[in-house]
């Protein structure tokens, strides 16, 4: 069983560090399986490496961390060539897609060559969750900034608009994305959106936001909208999963506690 309405969870996190092994699932990656709704085996997912190169040692990680969360894993590379002879197939078959980070320029440009920009599209209709981190989160939206250009952070205006609006990732992790994205927002080459910091997500049903979560305490989501060349903040504080029992699917949203919103003086 997939997800019952279009699903996006676009986060700051993915994998995290292990006691006795080198990665685990985190809760974000945990909580995009368990919005699959998989009942009576285990969940599909493929890792999609892009933006960071197809490095294989990477892979060995995300497997084994795979196998500790009982989750059948695999992997979509395009690295020297693609290593699915029918990647539409293999994306239906999945319950959840996960994208890491990395260059978002690489990703998005290699996609759209491949065709999987098309095919990744196909499946989020279907029911397979799209998800990921960094440039795995920004990639769905119709923009964001990234530093897939050098050292600076630059605007990109052109994702792959499953979503609408734009992204900022490590809001509170590197000084230079702040300033960068309220200044294209400023400037109108980025629309209006949302900011992550690290360890938060936005989980989307269609193109609505219907709840922001969290794998830490204190952390935070920004909800940003320009107006006349001025941006404003609104924080949004997240709910924590991975740490309660607290519900987890996205259709059941009277039972959780609205997101509470303060606004930020405009830039």
């Given at each position: 069983?997939?997800?019952?309405?279009?699903?996006?969870?676009?986060?700051c996190?993915?994998?995290?560090?292990?006691?006795?092994?080198?990665?685990?699932y985190?809760?974000l990656?945990?909580?995009?399986?368990?919005?699959a709704?998989?009942?009576?085996?285990?969940?599909?997912?493929?890792?999609?490496?892009?933006?960071?190169?197809?490095?294989?040692?990477?892979?060995?990680?995300?497997?084994?961390?795979?196998?500790?969360?009982?989750?059948?894993?695999?992997?979509?590379?395009?690295?020297?060539?693609?290593?699915?002879?029918?990647?539409?197939?293999?994306?239906?078959?999945q319950?959840?897609?996960?994208?890491?980070?990395g260059s978002?320029?690489?990703?998005?440009?290699?996609?759209?060559?491949?065709?999987?920009?098309?095919?990744l599209?196909?499946?989020?209709?279907?029911?397979?969750?799209?998800?990921?981190?960094?440039?795995?989160?920004?990639?769905w939206?119709?923009?964001?900034?990234?530093?897939?250009?050098?050292?600076?952070?630059?605007a990109?205006?052109?994702?792959?608009?499953?979503?609408?609006?734009s992204?900022?990732?490590?809001?509170?992790?590197?000084p230079q994305r702040?300033?960068?994205?309220?200044?294209?927002?400023a400037?109108g080459?980025?629309g209006?959106?949302?900011a992550?910091?690290?360890?938060?997500?936005?989980?989307?049903?269609?193109?609505?936001?219907?709840?922001?979560?969290?794998?830490?305490?204190?952390?935070?989501?920004?909800?940003?909208?320009?107006?006349?060349?001025?941006?404003?903040?609104t924080?949004?504080?997240p709910?924590?999963?991975?740490?309660?029992?607290?519900?987890?699917d996205?259709?059941?949203?009277?039972?959780?506690?609205?997101?509470?919103?303060?606004?930020?003086?405009?830039?």
């Amino acid at each position: 069983m997939t997800a019952d309405a279009p699903t996006i969870v676009a986060t700051c996190g993915g994998l995290n560090g292990g006691d006795w092994s080198d990665s685990v699932y985190g809760p974000l990656l945990l909580h995009a399986i368990e919005l699959a709704r998989v009942k009576g085996r285990a969940p599909r997912l493929t890792h999609i490496n892009t933006a960071g190169g197809d490095q294989r040692h990477v892979e060995g990680a995300e497997l084994e961390a795979a196998r500790l969360a009982g989750v059948d894993a695999s992997h979509v590379r395009f690295f020297p060539h693609p290593n699915i002879p029918d990647l539409r197939a293999h994306l239906l078959h999945q319950d959840v897609v996960w994208v890491s980070g990395g260059s978002l320029i690489n990703l998005l440009a290699v996609w759209r060559a491949h065709g999987l920009d098309r095919l990744l599209a196909e499946a989020w209709q279907a029911g397979v969750v799209l998800a990921g981190g960094s440039a795995g989160a920004l990639c769905w939206h119709e923009g964001g900034t990234t530093a897939s250009f050098g050292p600076g952070i630059s605007a990109v205006p052109d994702g792959l608009r499953l979503l609408p609006g734009s992204l900022g990732v490590h809001w509170d992790s590197d000084p230079q994305r702040r300033p960068a994205h309220l200044a294209a927002m400023a400037a109108g080459t980025l629309g209006d959106g949302h900011a992550l910091e690290e360890g938060v997500g936005l989980v989307y049903r269609g193109t609505d936001v219907v709840d922001v979560v969290s794998e830490r305490h204190g952390a935070a989501a920004w909800r940003l909208t320009a107006s006349a060349g001025e941006v404003t903040e609104t924080r949004v504080t997240p709910r924590v999963v991975g740490h309660s029992s607290a519900p987890t699917d996205p259709s059941d949203r009277t039972t959780l506690t609205p997101p509470i919103e303060e606004a930020r003086q405009p830039r």
